[in-house]
């Protein structure tokens, strides 16, 4: 037997039900667990379905990762303040994989739920441009599914991407998805992963987005078909710096153009940067430019001058960046922090930017 769960949240106008449903059919207008084994793991994803889905057309679809100690409910919630309120208005599905946990000290009253993706950079001390982090670097709990861990190891050892890999063919005959309208994006280490899959499965993507977050230093990657990429940086983040600095607490991440260079030479695009810039980023003042702009081998940085690691549009010091459940994930993880109910009062400028991104490749 199942567990099922109401809630009520107004979410965009909408009255919106979130509903366990791991064996059963998805609720419309709902956020909805589901689960899939994956080599000898149960995992569990999450998924949104706006009211365009009762039209039986196939609809395009948004993997989104959540990063590092972040939940994949939590990260809706909190981190983006809401992102399924803006699948409702473009009318995308929106999916939500759940990375792998452990408790950080089982001992320690402090102890925390340490959730991450395997995007296989962060499991080294060296790279192919030298170390991955500095020798006062914070050390963090090493994953027990990992043995040990170098001092700048840091993520899961699970098969993440084989887990991604097969929710893509689930989704795709599962429900009314448009295959050829997937898309990829996460925050923090949600980007990092989604970076390396959008390399590993770029057959898979319409487009990719990266906001907030890149793989470490000498592992910038290339798909192996051209992938439009959007990459979105606060200029004042230090957890993640854009160009390339140790970060706050001493790893060394990829700089964004590093970042686009190498994901150019997989696109074939050969073309210098130029400014760029839509009716979004004039409005909020951010420094972007382009290669190949408008076709399908376009990349577009975007440095917000105002912003830190956190969502782009959502005010600073609000939300958790994810560390945090909804009422549909808190079965799955009981001793973790309710997530406050999104501010629909704000107008979340990233997600509309990611969304109108996304519109432009189809």
């Keep these: ?3 099922t769960r109401y809630f009520l949240l107004f979410l965009a106008g909408l009255l919106v039900a979130c509903v366990d449903v791991t064996d059963r059919a998805p609720v419309v207008g709902s956020t909805t667990r589901h689960t899939i084994r994956h ?33 994949a409910t939590g ?28 408790w950080s000290d089982e001992s320690s ?35 027990p599914e990992c043995g040990a861990c170098g001092r700048c190891a840091w993520i899961s050892c699970h098969d993440d991407l084989g887990f991604l890999k097969k929710l893509f063919e689930i989704v795709a005959t599962d429900f009314a998805a448009d295959r050829s309208r997937y898309y990829l994006s996460g925050f923090s280490s949600g980007s990092m992963m989604a970076q390396y899959v959008g390399c590993e499965a770029s057959d898979v993507f319409a487009a990719v987005a990266l906001v907030g977050g890149r793989v470490p230093r000498g592992y910038q990657c290339a798909p192996t078909k051209s992938v439009p990429l959007l990459q979105i940086v606060g200029a004042h983040d230090e957890t993640i710096p854009n160009d390339g600095r140790a970060s706050s607490d001493g790893f060394l991440y990829a700089a964004t153009d590093a ?70 994930q808190q079965a799955s993880m009981p001793e973790q922090t309710r997530c406050a109910e999104p501010d629909t009062g704000v107008d979340v400028w990233g997600s509309r930017l990611v969304f109108e991104f996304f519109d432009s490749h189809l």
């Excluded at 569990?44 to 939940?71: C, N």
């Excluded at 009253?109 to 670097?137: K, M, Q, Y």
């Excluded at 409005?283 to 081998?297: F, I, N, P, Y």
């Design 75 to 102: 990260t809706e919630a909190e981190t983006t303040n809401g992102l399924n309120r803006y699948a409702e208005e473009y009318d995308y599905i929106m999916v939500y994989p759940q990375g792998t946990w452990f």
């Design 259 to 328: 970042t686009a260079i190498r994901w150019n030479e997989g696109t074939g695009c050969a073309e210098n940067a130029r400014p760029w810039s839509n009716a979004i980023t004039k409005e909020k003042g951010l420094q972007c430019s382009a290669t190949c702009a408008g076709g399908d081998k376009e990349s577009i940085d975007c440095l917000w001058p105002d912003g830190d690691h956190h969502w782009p549009g959502y005010p600073a010091g609000h939300g958790t960046n994810g560390y945090c459940v909804t009422d549909v």
């Design 1 to 3: 037997m199942f567990e």
């Design 39 to 71: 080599d000898g793991l149960e995992r569990e994803y999450f998924m949104y379905l706006p009211s365009m889905y009762k039209s039986g057309a196939e609809l395009p679809v948004v993997f989104f990762l959540h990063g590092y100690g972040g939940s």
């Design 109 to 143: 009253d402090d102890r925390w739920e340490v959730t991450s993706f395997n995007h296989i950079s962060s499991n080294f001390d060296d790279g192919p441009e030298g170390p991955l982090c500095t020798p006062d670097a914070v050390k963090y709990p090493c994953p």
